[in-house]
């Protein structure tokens, strides 16, 4: 708790010492070596960006905490990450952003986020998610969007937190060999490593996280330099939102459950690959879903603040509002053709 309250306090200096105003024409991105930021990647290589007269530096970044401290020093103007309660707790801490566009989201008919379960496990009858009381369950780390789904899932077989043992264990990694060596019983994965554990028969998959709800589970945040540039704020979401339909476009679509495939769809998969090192075969069993124009579902930012705070994982109540702006996304998408 006291190495929290330092990063809060660190965080609020920083706030309260930036100042930095992007210069023109040209901001700073902070991103993740993720498939969730294909839009971003895309909008980058065809060009998007330069059709704006956008110059757009991306730094990469390992996990959404130091994008936050990034954010509140100026050190990046925009941030591309998931959304967890260590984010809303610097919010409500002082940190000046805003969320204003969707970069990803747990959607129906979308493989990206599973729950696998231990060779052991399996063995022992674990199945479901009813079977899953009284088991140790790996995430990532409190407060994670992985805490977060575990939370949310749990009530749809009748169980709560209480009913098992959340065990955070750091990263994906260590959560899919904790699983294959049987030291735990099950843990989030997300894929490709979900179609990997079953294909090498390290462990069992009881479910996908999208069959089951609809999480709006990363977002674009602006800084407050950002925020108060106006012409800067919309070149770049005009440029996003056209890699998000590119993006959609080439591989998201859907027609009665399957999925097509675009003309430009394995240019993509290459887009994506160059940033984030994956092969396009693992890629391609990986494609986030992401709203085809970039909208934020702001409903469902609310849902989570509230979750997080009845668990006592954001640490003061938090309107929505304090850290939602719908209002760039709207004027850059009436600003653009369908």
Known sequence: MRCTRVIFFVI???????????????????????????????????????????????????????????????????????????????????????????KGRIWPGYQLVGIMVSNRAWDQGVRSLKDLKGRRIGVTQIGSTFHYMLGNLLPKAGLALSDVTVTPLGGVKTMMDTVAADRIDAAFMVQPFCTVMEKKRMGHRILWAGDWMRYQ?????????LLKNR????????????????????????????????????EVLSIISKYTGATPERIAAALNYNDRNGKLDAEDIQRQIDWYHQNGLVHRPLEASRIVDGSIWEAAFNSMTP
């Open 12 to 102: 609020g200096i920083l706030i309260f010492s930036s100042g930095a105003v992007p210069a023109k024409d040209r901001v700073k991105a902070g991103v993740l070596r993720l498939t969730s930021s294909a839009p971003v990647f895309v909008a980058q290589e065809k060009g998007f960006f330069g059709k704006e007269g956008l110059e757009v530096e991306m730094l990469f970044f390992k996990s959404a905490q130091p994008i936050a401290v990034a954010l509140a020093s100026g050190d990046v103007h925009i941030g591309a990450t998931g959304l967890t309660a260590g984010l809303y707790n610097a919010v409500a801490g002082g940190l000046e952003a805003k969320i204003v566009a969707d």
């Open 217 to 225: 589970i990363a977002g674009i945040f602006f800084s407050r330099s």
């Open 231 to 266: 012409v800067l704020s919309l070149k770049f979401l005009r440029a996003y939102i056209a890699g998000c339909r590119y993006y959609f476009d080439q591989c998201l679509k859907n027609k009665d459950g399957r999925r097509i495939r675009g003309p430009a769809y394995a």
